[in-house]
């Protein structure tokens, strides 16, 4: 069965270090694979995404993914943090049939000045 | 151009009753998901429209129903309330095909007292 997990609840980084969001994912096939944001109050805000091809994609708001087979991981990473990047982020995998996306528990960002 | 709108923005109900939830696509999207969004427990899969036809279907009980109408928006319905169905509910639209990212509404919360 297809899964996602993210295995950080909560992170706390300072504004201007370096960020990344662990996302691992458990799927039969070639997984489609995206990142969103919900700041509070709003609805998803998509992030990246990855179909195929390089396997390190750029996304809004200067972060970057990078896909790896090998360790059913989809890792977002950030090199410098904003106050405004506060928020919670989802990981989430898309099934090839259903148009189902499977989404992880969300790790919720803080960020301290 | 529009991004996807939900109404309401919040509703009260007390056990038992029926809730009326209702999501807009962008334009040109013939797809809708909606997702249930409780706390603690992450986004989870309720159902997908296209062309106002149910395509796929979460693991949620039949009390949970809905529509597309002609012009692709969508309803929710929730029969029957209970208290545990209060969470936040999420639309999506996307264009038709496996491969389609998802944007998300802003949500309509529920709570059932």
């Known amino acids: 069965a297809q899964s996602v997990t993210q295995p950080d609840i909560h992170i706390t980084v300072s504004e201007g270090a370096s960020l990344e969001l662990r996302c691992n994912y458990s799927?039969?096939?070639?997984?489609?694979l995206f990142w969103y944001v919900q700041s509070p109050g709003q609805g998803l805000q998509l992030l990246l995404k990855?179909?195929?091809?390089?396997?390190l994609v750029q996304g809004i708001k200067g972060f970057e993914a990078e896909f790896k087979r090998s360790q059913s991981s989809f890792n977002l990473r950030k090199p410098s943090v904003h106050w405004s990047d506060a928020a919670e982020y989802f990981c989430?995998?898309?099934?090839?049939?259903?148009?189902?996306?499977?989404f992880g528990t969300g790790t919720s960002l803080t960020v301290i000045p | 151009e529009a991004g996807v709108t939900q109404s309401p923005t919040h509703l009260i109900k007390t056990r038992g009753q029926q809730a009326t939830l209702r999501c807009s696509p962008i334009?040109?999207?013939?797809?809708v998901y909606w997702y249930q969004q409780a706390l603690g427990l992450g986004l989870q899969f309720l159902l997908w429209?296209?062309?106002?036809?149910?395509?796929n279907r979460g693991n949620f009980p039949p009390r949970f129903s809905g529509r597309q109408f002609p012009n692709y928006s969508s309803e929710l319905n929730v029969n029957a309330l209970e208290l545990e169905d209060s969470a936040l509910y999420l639309c999506?639209?996307?264009?038709?095909?496996?491969?389609?990212?998802?944007?998300f509404g802003p949500g309509t919360r529920l709570l059932v007292l």
């Open positions: 334009s040109g999207h013939t797809s």
């Open positions: 429209y296209d062309e106002g036809e149910e395509r």
């Open positions: 799927y039969g096939a070639t997984p489609y």
């Open positions: 999506a639209s996307s264009l038709l095909g496996v491969q389609e990212t998802q944007y």
């Open positions: 990855y179909f195929s091809g390089d396997t």
């Open positions: 989430a995998v898309g099934a090839n049939t259903g148009n189902q996306f499977y």
